[in-house]
């Protein structure tokens, strides 16, 4: 048995789900999310908790098992309590800042890099223009978007310039050792 798939999803006071068949619906106070999950995998609503079971122990329903109760206990935080990730900008004359909506990034490249949020995302910039927040409803969407803003300048090895996550560790190099004659 899954030991991730055999655990119940709670849905917490104030958050709605409707199953139908394959097809699920969580509406929540931060908004809605659906999805479409495998056929073979049977979801029920019991007692006020979401139970995934699976027809068979194949290496197939046992790897869906999980992942289908992992992506519904994301959507039941993501509508009732929501995702955030955070990253930070290190490097001289480096900084983010927000035009209405839109988050636009000067990463040292000669023209400045602006991010449109998608429904459901928002951006915050905090810390001096060094803190970008992304958060929204949708965990993959959005770890999708601060895995884009990251791309744009990544952290590099040798003096740590770049936008990376928050406590993220990245590994130094030391450089050229610069030989006297």
């Known amino acids: 048995m899954s030991r991730i798939g055999r655990l119940p999803v709670p849905i917490p006071s104030g958050v709605s789900v409707e199953v139908e068949g394959n097809h699920v619906r969580v509406k929540g106070a931060k908004g809605q ?49 929501g995702f955030t990730r955070t990253l930070e900008i290190e490097g001289v004359g480096y900084r983010a800042e927000m035009q209405d909506k839109k988050l636009v990034l000067h990463l040292g490249y000669s023209h400045p890099v602006a991010f449109e949020p998608p429904a459901d995302i928002s951006f915050a910039v905090e810390k001096g223009n060094r803190t970008v927040i992304v958060s929204g409803i949708d965990k993959e969407l959005v770890g999708e978007m601060a895995a884009r803003i990251r791309r744009v300048r990544p952290p590099e090895p040798y003096k740590g310039k770049g936008v990376r996550f928050l406590n993220e560790y990245v590994r130094r190099k030391a450089g050229k050792s610069g030989k006297g004659k």
């Open 33 to 81: 999310l659906a999805r479409s999950f495998d056929p073979d995998m049977r979801i029920q609503v019991e007692a006020n908790q979401l139970v995934v079971q699976r027809p068979s122990d194949q290496r197939r329903h046992r790897a869906l098992h999980g992942l289908t109760r992992a992506l519904l206990n994301n959507m039941v935080v993501g509508v009732s309590q």
